[in-house]
């Protein structure tokens, strides 16, 4: 029997590397950028085109390499970071495992043209699929120049599923964020095909933070400070009314390096607990800062997973110092004794003397005509309690027509429902069936099944969600225009959504106009939309855009159809009237799907006949 195990070939070793270590265009940038901090440059350039399929840049004014580095460092593990594995325990680099170049050769067209600070000739080097095409001498500047172009070109399958540009273009603008964030003092820039995303000069760690995400973040933001033995905690995070439900700006950073970690986000949860709302973010940017040889890095070749000697011990001391950060700055409700309008307690005063008063007799008013043992005498105030209740049905009444008579009018009044006219011909709904509301969030009404218990704004969520999906459908949105535009700041990440939903925002009824930098005008929102933060509502619409990683433009539309029906549905809570309930129910049991929100909750109840009769058995 022959021998079948053999060595793979470096070209095919290489690709299979790639597929753990180059995921995406982002992965690129996020491994050269890298690559460029550890080579200690002052400023950074990330030039992209296409959302990387077809060019990846990075200029860097690091210390350069030599003629024999350049060519070594597209080999596998080969690398300057480490060269023993004690160094595995004190590693202050972001690279380590010389994988990155490699893979990146096998998957793309490399071209590096670099030169070292001390030499007076660089090399120009050409790399296609792991196999070197030239390498020669060259006049360049100091630092290194990458251009990784066609990224993915022998992997068909690989470049056949990457999403679209703006979902490729928005996770190299993540990655690259990640890496401004943690490196405040070098200046970064990144262009998108030949169009300037970010200038960010070197700066401190809060103006680097604010040169990222607006000013608006400026005045959100409280200091994180904590120091031990163990760690060291320095950054910042949000003020509790800056808390939201989607799309919060949540970092952690150790030694340097961006990490994710469930347990540590879990402290700051804890930390806010009775400061926001059930199911709010809060914003944060924490650092810390440890001895290397307590953490372990080498555990996926992203390098977000990282494992802590000291995790409880740190836990705790995070949770502290968040709360303390919140409590220094008022965020926590505390008793002010300066208020003007306290009570005023007397304090007792030995100095003082106290003229004691005889206390009054109380005044008693006695009737001398009452006589309790002569009942026929006293006669009790007569009530005519029929009077009471014909006021009482006449009040009624004129509520009644009142009622109708805005029902008819054009623009609704706050808080009124605003659904469609109910179909006669529904035979779900009971025909004139009583409505009932209990603790003003649930409708019981009965029908031809049993007794059904209805969520008021579930209900209405899905009713509205029909109305807005069907405009968008349709292409046809009634907008109206605003007296006074608002303007809404979004940040890199966020903008680079917005081309995939400005055509579907506009057929429901939004009026956008780009102001550059990220900022846009609204200049005409949605007709039905009324009372409601128009700022707040759209980055809600975008957040939830990114959340879902929808592209398909169907699904966009459906995340703006959510979106919208959630801000403008009735809340939990709102006391109805019998008209409005029974709006609410026949518009309900007219929609295609009468059971279940568009996210999959539950919206009526049945209590069947068999079901209560074994109730009272």
């Known amino acids: 029997m022959s021998d079948i195990i053999h060595l793979l070939p470096d070209h095919i070793a290489n690709q299979i590397a790639a597929g753990e270590v180059i995921q995406r265009p982002a992965s690129v940038v996020k491994e050269l950028v890298e690559n460029a901090v550890d080579a200690g440059a002052s400023h950074i350039q990330v030039n992209i085109k296409d959302a990387g399929k077809t060019l990846i840049q990075v200029i860097d004014d690091g210390k350069g390499m030599s003629e024999t580095d350049a060519r070594m460092a597209f080999e596998r593990h080969a690398t300057s970071k480490i060269s023993t594995a004690e160094d595995l325990f004190s590693l202050h680099t972001m690279g380590f495992r010389g994988e990155a170049l490699a893979s990146i050769a096998a998957v793309s067209h490399v071209e590096l043209r670099t030169r070292a600070r001390d030499a007076e000739l660089g090399t120009a080097l050409s790399i296609v699929g792991s196999r070197l095409e030239s390498i020669e001498p060259e006049?360049?500047?100091?630092?290194?120049?990458?251009?990784?172009?066609?990224?993915?070109?022998?992997?068909?399958?690989?470049?056949?599923?990457?999403?679209?540009?703006?979902?490729?273009?928005?996770?190299?603008?993540?990655?690259?964020?990640?890496?401004?964030?943690?490196?405040?003092?070098?200046?970064?820039?990144?262009?998108?095909?030949?169009?300037?995303?970010?200038?960010?000069?070197?700066?401190?760690?809060?103006?680097?933070?604010?040169?990222?995400y607006g000013k608006n973040l400026n005045q959100k933001l409280l200091s994180l400070n904590a120091r031990s033995s163990l760690v060291t905690i320095s950054g910042f995070i949000g003020r509790p009314d800056s808390a939201k439900k989607r799309g919060a700006l949540q970092f952690f950073f150790v030694n340097g390096r961006f990490m994710k970690h469930a347990y540590f986000h879990k402290a700051l949860m804890q930390a806010y607990e009775g400061l926001i709302l059930a199911g709010d973010m809060p914003n944060y940017f924490v650092y810390f800062t440890l001895d290397p040889a307590t953490i372990d890095v080498n555990i996926h070749p992203t390098k977000t997973e990282i494992k802590f000697e000291n995790e409880q011990p740190i836990w705790q001391i995070l949770m502290a110092a968040a709360r303390e950060s919140l409590a220094k700055s008022s965020a926590i409700p505390m008793i002010d004794f300066e208020e003007g309008n306290t009570i005023d307690i007397p304090v007792y005063n030995p100095e003082r003397k106290v003229e004691r008063l005889a206390p009054k007799a109380p005044t008693v008013q006695v009737d001398s005509s009452y006589n309790p043992f002569d009942v026929g005498s006293y006669k009790r105030p007569e009530f005519d309690w029929s009077k009471l209740y014909q006021d009482f049905e006449k009040d009624r009444e004129t509520v009644h027509q009142e009622s109708e008579g805005e029902g008819h009018k054009a623009d609704a009044s706050e808080g009124e429902l605003d659904l469609a006219p109910a179909n006669p011909d529904d035979s779900?709904?009971?025909?004139?069936?009583?409505?009932?509301?209990?603790?003003?969030?649930?409708?019981?009404?009965?029908?031809?099944?049993?007794?059904?218990?209805?969520?008021?704004?579930?209900?209405?969520?899905?009713?509205?969600?029909?109305?807005?999906?069907?405009?968008?459908?349709?292409?046809?949105?009634?907008?109206?225009?605003?007296?006074?535009?608002?303007?809404?700041?979004?940040?890199?990440?966020?903008?680079?959504?917005?081309?995939?939903?400005?055509?579907?925002?506009?057929?429901?009824?939004?009026?956008?106009?780009?102001?550059?930098?990220?900022?846009?005008?609204?200049?005409?929102?949605?007709?039905?939309?009324?009372?409601?933060?128009?700022?707040?509502?759209?980055?809600?619409?975008?957040?939830?855009?990114?959340?879902?990683?929808?592209?398909?433009?169907?699904?966009?539309?459906e995340v703006i159809a959510l979106s919208l029906a959630k801000a403008a549905a009735i809340p939990s809570g709102k006391p109805l009237s019998t008209e409005e309930m029974d709006h609410l129910i026949a518009s309900l049991f007219s929609c295609p799907d009468s059971n279940l929100t568009p996210e999959g909750k539950v919206i009526v109840s049945m209590l069947t006949d068999e079901e209560l009769e074994r109730r009272f058995r």
Do not use: W
């Not at 006049?139 to 399958?157: D, I, M, W």
């Not at 807005?468 to 459908?473: A, E, P, R, V």
């Open 139 to 212: 006049a360049c500047g100091e630092g290194s120049n990458f251009s990784v172009k066609n990224l993915f070109f022998n992997v068909p399958a690989r470049r056949k599923f990457l999403k679209s540009n703006e979902t490729e273009f928005r996770n190299i603008i993540n990655e690259f964020e990640r890496v401004a964030l943690v490196n405040p003092h070098i200046g970064m820039s990144l262009y998108h095909n030949d169009v300037e995303i970010f200038n960010l000069p070197d700066s401190g760690l809060r103006q680097r933070v604010i040169n990222i």
């Open 428 to 557: 779900l709904a009971a025909a004139n069936a009583p409505c009932y509301q209990y603790k003003n969030r649930y409708i019981i009404t009965s029908l031809k099944s049993g007794l059904a218990i209805i969520d008021q704004r579930r209900a209405h969520i899905r009713i509205l969600f029909d109305q807005y999906l069907s405009s968008i459908k349709r292409c046809q949105g009634v907008s109206q225009k605003t007296l006074f535009p608002e303007m809404v700041e979004f940040t890199a990440a966020e903008a680079t959504q917005l081309p995939a939903l400005m055509d579907d925002l506009r057929y429901v009824g939004f009026d956008l106009s780009d102001l550059g930098n990220n900022s846009y005008a609204i200049n005409g929102l949605p007709a039905d939309i009324k009372n409601l933060d128009p700022v707040g509502l759209l980055k809600d619409i975008v957040a939830h855009a990114i959340e879902t990683r929808r592209d398909a433009r169907e699904k966009v539309g």
